[in-house]
């Protein structure tokens, strides 16, 4: 038996904790050194999504439903994966315009609505506050729970407020709340030390679950496949691990799925958290895997503690929503139940804790202050600081929310109306999605349609899910449900127009979607947004395009003075933050003080936001708009600022296009440039080369010629052999000479042509008997293969006689030794005509196949010795060739030969067929 | 101990001017060797150390910069003179030539007289081989 006072002492303790937690974060952040901003911190307090609903409540859901509980944890994971760009968006939004609860960014993002900011927080209390009820009741419940220790075995009694421990931890955590929720005004500066208690709720919260599912399945189980044979054995228990059996039908997987990715940003905690509470955009980046990780792990043990609670206790005799704290219990595991309690504990407060702050921050922002500014008769917009007026509405709204959860749960304890209401909240904040989403990613939502859209969804949501829970509970009459109201079949709240088969949640979500939907493109579409609401469009929509602070103030026209706004701006936040806001201005201004600041739009705007963060954006408008004489905008204005700002912009791309264009330009410069260099760098080869190949018969010549005139009685044989030495070296040079200057001409373009019908038979013939005594001399058969008829080319004829030559004395010179064989073959293609002249060399080696037409580039035989030639030879056939439009190449393999062929274009008119 | 005639070793590609160089250099008295390219000039070496080398230095397949590292890295060669012949006559060519250890160089074409005066100068110092120990 466990004390009641041990659990108390150990619930006030875990508070205090909480207490000492928060108040070293707050101490820490004070001295600039935060310890949440880092993105695992973030992620933990992200997790405030896991409330008890998830620490009891999945376990129970998971035992008469299998796998059903999936969902919930599902939707969250696949939206995380789109975080990167709606929740980045939101955030960048929501820090540019101090935004500080979701239904402050639906009423500024439609223009600073009222009205929209009311609605919102109106069905957000109503949405969320029996929510909260549920977490309160989740604590009584397992604190009755653990007095039966270790009897387990759920108590239901509920006991007067003044004797309920619950009562007490529910003011405990008011005082939590308003400590840390509300030590400033400006509700945009974060509370580092609550979320720093949050983040630690949710480890403690995580380490309790998995404690308690290791222990179950392997403590109580041989591990998780003992568990879920045990399971797959007993009938009812294998029809939970069927999917479409007890895990609910395909539709129910999609609309819960649908809902908990809604739910996971658009909850008034999630976007605290997520959004106000953001330190650093970047810490998105980690948050998006290791948040889905963290539900991953609470959520792993989920299916072995139901099955083992179903298994370990007589059918019924126990609520599974308590497995968590009663299978540690029924064995006598005292520490690991009581660790269960604070796992289950901590999930609640969590929740509960930043739950009431977010809506008390709406209910300040958006409901009270509006109404309390409106109403002359108090004279508030005259008074000198309404600071301390702002304080207390926070701090009694925090003391309302949390009363008003506790009078639910104590009201309805028991009833249907509570026990379901998690996923009614869910569906309730989903009504926020069209507005929401729409208005992140359509400029054409307008105020009308938002209002519209929430009010049908809102009612829908009403008739068809809240006031059916009612009736379920006993508070309205049950012919409600079965009858429909007054009778009328079609709108019986949850068969709405005959729509059956669908649950409860897919029913009310389909209906409301639709309507809210609807209504929202559809008043959207029907009225032209006003200037108003199309700046504000602008400014969310095109968020990550207006980068620079203070682009709002684009918008906006008028006069004011310094003083008037820094009066007002003390008015909501106190003379001193007003000076250090001030201060701060005129820093990022690169102004030297406070006193040298002009107003300008600029420092309307920022007074403005820094009003907002205060009283919420809708209501800071009014008051800057009091101080300062503003000429409003029509459409059109605002319109001609946009076009304004897309000139420049179209501008920005025209210098950016220009800048591109130089750029190129630069760079086909020093392209040129490097082409430039490299040609003189060949033309220093070539010129050295020609050098070298000149010196070379000149050497032999003057050598011999120093020979013969020092050695006069040389014998007559020797003398005309070294007389025959210089006649060759000099034609040699001659030659080279010549085709040096040859080779200059044509690739000047300066040659002269003589363009006329040559028949490449007679060309050929020429060739072989200008080389036919070479040919002898060196017994190499030569066989050309001829066609009967041959077209003609259009060409010069000497010049093509002196490719046929260099082809013809090549082959000759590389020709093997023995049994050497040239082959000529002239074929007439469709469009060219082909010459081919094959040897029966030593071959080309392929890296050389593309030298050799370089000047001066010989292949030397090693075997056969140097090849004579000037190394131009083929470099002026190819000139030559090209010139005709042919071309010009080798094929080889080394070894067996080459083959040299090139072509000549036919003409067009192919009919000059000469018979042979 | 009768003298023996200094032995060189004319490695050049062109056939004329290595016709050219045979015949000046066999009229002094001098035993000579040719080779037509570096593989050969190797095969020469490495059979008959010679005295003096007379190296073109655009040769095929291994070229006269590397037929001079060649012989200045095998001390067996030490004694070797070289003398480059070149048809480029490029200051930094020369400056290569002999940082890999020519002795001298001389540039195509040349003075038959010039040539004869540096083979005599380079074989001065031992215009007769010792034969080796």
């Known amino acids: 038996m466990l004390s009641g006072a041990l659990i108390v002492v150990l619930s006030f303790a875990y508070v205090g904790m909480l207490f000492a937690i928060a108040y070293y974060g707050d101490k820490r952040a004070d001295a600039g050194r935060s310890i949440i901003a880092n993105p695992y911190i973030y992620t933990l307090s992200l997790a405030v999504y896991c409330t008890s609903w998830t620490f009891y409540g999945s376990v129970g859901r998971a035992a008469t439903s299998g796998i059903g509980f999936l969902p919930i944890y599902l939707g969250p994971t696949l939206m995380a994966a789109l975080w990167w760009y709606v929740l980045l968006k939101m955030i960048r939004i929501s820090k540019a315009n101090r935004i500080t609860s979701i239904a402050d960014f639906i009423a500024s993002r439609y223009g600073k609505s009222h009205v929209l900011g009311g609605l919102v927080t109106i069905i957000a209390v109503l949405g969320i506050v029996p929510y909260i009820a549920l977490q309160l009741k989740a604590i009584s419940v397992s604190f009755s729970t653990m007095l039966q220790y270790p009897n387990a075995v759920a108590s239901t009694a509920s006991l007067p407020f003044l004797q309920d421990n619950t009562f007490y931890i529910a003011m405990l955590l008011a005082a939590f709340t308003i400590l840390f929720g509300t030590r400033h005004l400006d509700a945009t500066e974060r509370h580092e030390g609550l979320v720093a208690a949050i983040a630690f709720e949710s480890i403690v919260k995580l380490v309790a679950f998995i404690a308690v599912g290791v222990f179950v399945t392997y403590g109580m189980f041989d591990g998780f496949g003992d568990v879920f044979a045990k399971a797959a054995a007993v009938p009812e228990l294998n029809a939970l691990l069927i999917q479409g059996g007890a895990a609910g039908n395909y539709t129910t997987w999609a609309s819960l799925t649908v809902l908990s990715m809604l739910a996971i940003i658009l909850l008034p905690r999630q976007f605290q958290v997520a959004v106000v509470e953001n330190v650093n955009e970047r810490h998105l980046n980690k948050a998006i895997w290791l948040f889905p990780l963290y539900l991953f792990a609470i959520n792993i043990f989920v299916l072995p503690i139901a099955l083992g609670g179903l298994m370990h206790f007589p059918a019924g005799s126990v609520d599974a929503d308590t497995f968590v704290l009663t299978l540690p219990m029924s064995e006598q595991k005292t520490w690991l139940a009581l660790l269960a309690f604070v796992g289950g504990l901590s999930a609640a407060t969590g929740m509960v804790i930043v739950e009431t702050i977010a809506l008390s921050t709406m209910v300040c922002n958006d409901l009270v202050m509006p109404i309390l500014l409106r109403w002359k008769f108090l004279r508030l917009t005259e008074s000198r600081d309404l600071s301390g007026l702002l304080l207390g509405i926070r701090r009694s709204a925090i003391v309302v929310v949390l009363v008003l959860g506790y009078g639910y749960f104590y009201l309805a304890g028991e009833a249907y109306a509570l026990v379901s209401i998690g996923l009614i909240s869910f569906t309730a904040v989903a009504q926020f999605a069209p507005a929401m989403i729409g208005g992140l990613f359509w400029k054409g939502g307008t105020r009308l349609g938002a209002l519209c859209g929430l009010s049908a969804g809102f009612l829908v949501w009403l008739y068809s899910l809240l006031l059916p829970s009612f009736a379920k509970s006993g508070w309205l009459p049950i012919t409600f449900l079965t009858e429909g109201i007054m009778g009328f079949d079609l709108l019986k709240p949850q068969q709405l127009f005959g729509l059956d088969g669908l649950d409860d949640i897919s029913h009310c979500l389909f209906w409301s979607m639709i309507v809210n939907v609807g209504c929202y493109v559809g008043f959207s579409l029907w009225r032209q947004p006003t200037a108003a609401e199309h700046s504000q469009a602008n400014l969310f929509v095109d968020v990550f395009r207006h980068v620079a602070p203070g682009s709002g103030s684009r918008f906006w026209r008028g006069s004011a003075t310094v003083a008037d706004l820094q009066t007002l701006l003390s008015r909501f936040i106190g003379p001193e933050r007003a000076n250090e806001a001030f201060a701060a201005y005129a820093r990022s201004q690169g102004i030297p003080g406070i006193e040298q600041v002009t107003a300008n739009a600029v420092l309307v705007h920022y007074v403005e936001s820094q009003i907002a963060g205060a009283i919420g954006s809708a209501s800071a408008r009014d008051m800057v708009a009091s101080v300062v004489v503003e000429e409003p905008l029509a459409l059109d204005e605002v319109m001609a600022i946009i076009d304004e700002a897309s000139q420049a912009l179209a501008y920005s791309r025209q210098l950016e296009q220009k800048s591109r264009e130089l750029e190129a330009a630069t760079n086909e410069l020093r392209g040129a440039n490097q082409r430039l260099q490299e040609l003189d760098r060949l033309k220093d080869d070539f010129i050295s080369t020609v050098t070298h190949e000149l010196r070379t018969p000149l050497t032999s010549i003057r050598a011999f010629s120093e020979i013969l005139s020092d050695n006069p009685q040389l014998e007559s044989e020797q003398r005309s052999k070294f007389l025959g030495i210089i006649t060759r070296e000099s034609e040699r040079l001659t030659r080279l000479i010549n085709q040096v200057l040859d080779l200059a001409k044509l690739e000047s373009g300066a040659a002269d042509w003589h363009p006329s019908e040559v028949d490449m038979r007679e060309v050929l013939d020429d060739a072989v008997a200008a080389l036919s005594q070479i040919y002898k001399e060196r017994h190499i058969t030569l066989d050309t293969r001829v066609p009967e008829y041959l077209p003609l080319v259009m060409a010069d004829r000497d010049r093509i006689t002196q490719v046929m030559l260099n082809l013809l004395s090549n082959a000759a010179n590389f020709c093997d030794k023995e049994n050497s064989r040239v082959s000529v073959a002239l074929i007439a293609e469709f469009a060219v005509l082909r010459v081919e002249i094959t040897d029966n060399g030593i071959g080309i080696s392929a890296a050389d196949q593309t030298v050799i037409f370089e000047k001066f580039r010989q292949v030397s035989d090693m075997s056969s010795g140097k090849p004579r030639g000037s190394g131009l030879g083929l470099a002026i056939s190819r000139e030559i060739i090209q010139h005709f439009g042919g071309r010009l190449w080798v094929e080889s393999t080394p070894g067996t030969g080459a083959k040299f062929s090139f072509t000549l274009p036919l003409p067009r008119n192919n009919a000059n067929f000469l018979a042979a | ?133």
């Open chain 2, 1 to 133: 101990m009768s003298a023996t005639p200094s032995r060189v070793l004319i490695v050049e590609d062109e056939e004329s001017i290595l016709l050219s160089l045979e015949f000046l250099l066999g009229k002094e008295g001098y035993t000579v060797n040719t080779a037509r390219d570096g593989a050969l000039a190797l095969r020469e070496l490495q059979t008959q150390p010679p005295d003096l080398v007379l190296l073109d230095v655009m040769l095929p397949l291994i070229d006269g910069f590397e037929l001079c590292r060649l012989i200045r890295e095998n001390p067996e060669l030490h004694a070797t003179r070289i003398m480059l012949l070149t048809a480029r006559g490029r200051e930094a060519e020369i400056a290569r030539g002999m940082a890999l250890g020519a002795d001298a160089y001389l540039t195509k074409p040349f003075s038959t007289r010039d040539l004869m005066d540096k083979v005599r100068g380079l074989l001065s110092g031992n215009g007769t081989r010792q034969p080796a120990s």
